[in-house]
């Protein structure tokens, strides 16, 4: 097969191969290389690619506004959620495909993760960590069984990935749990381990995960 029959065969996979909606967290700012901005345009180009809707926090600016751009540019589907009192704080972006409003930062997590099948965090500040962990904990407890991914874009995460194993050395964290984080820093290879992404079992406390429903 050339290599433009497998481009054009990766093009025409069913939507069965692939997440509907990925929920991408990153930063408001672009940060001081220009290797973040290159990370969120090139995976904003492969999801548009692959027909999967973006969902982010809404903004124009920073990482947000590049990754979006890049979905658009490409033809693909962006979906905004952004909390009323951020919307002109955070120059919401008024060239998405569907911006949903609401009224707290608690609401715009919640929206997320019910509309995305699969989350992705690039660089970004403490409102991009806060995002991640809480999803990461939401999978660790079975609220969802939904894959969690993290681009470690230039080295940028390479201290918090540090401390995370010692989290795990320490015993404060099972190894099982530490594996559900998928790490990468290619955003080619993150999105085919978040498709092929198993759940290792219930959560961690409960058989019946409808009780910590949110």
Partial sequence: ?????????????SEADWPASVCVYCGSSSGDLSDYATAARELGTL?????????????????????????????????????NGLRTRELAHEGVTEMIAVDSMHARKQRMVDLADAFIALP?????????????????LGIHAKPVGLLNVAGYYDPLLTFLQQMSDRQFMSEKHLACL?????????????????????????????????
């Avoid at 050339?2 to 996979?13: A, G, I, L």
């Avoid at 027909?51 to 589907?77: I, K, Q």
Wanted: glycine content about 12%; hydrophobic content about 35%; proline content about 3%.
């Fill in 124 to 140: 970004g500040g403490i409102g991009t960590l806060d995002e991640l962990f809480e999803t990461w904990t939401w999978l660790q």
């Fill in 47 to 83: 999801l548009a690619k692959r027909n999967v809707r973006l969902v982010f926090g809404g903004g124009s600016v920073g990482l947000m506004g590049v990754l979006a751009d890049a979905v658009l540019e490409a033809g693909g589907t962006v979906t905004g959620v952004i909390p």
């Fill in 1 to 13: 097969m050339s290599k433009r029959d497998e481009d054009q065969d990766e093009t025409n996979r």
């Fill in 182 to 214: 998928s790490i990468e820093t290619d955003a080619d290879r993150l999105l085919e381990q978040l498709n092929s992404f198993r759940t290792p079992g219930e959560g961690k406390w409960v058989n019946d995960t409808r009780s910590l429903q949110p």
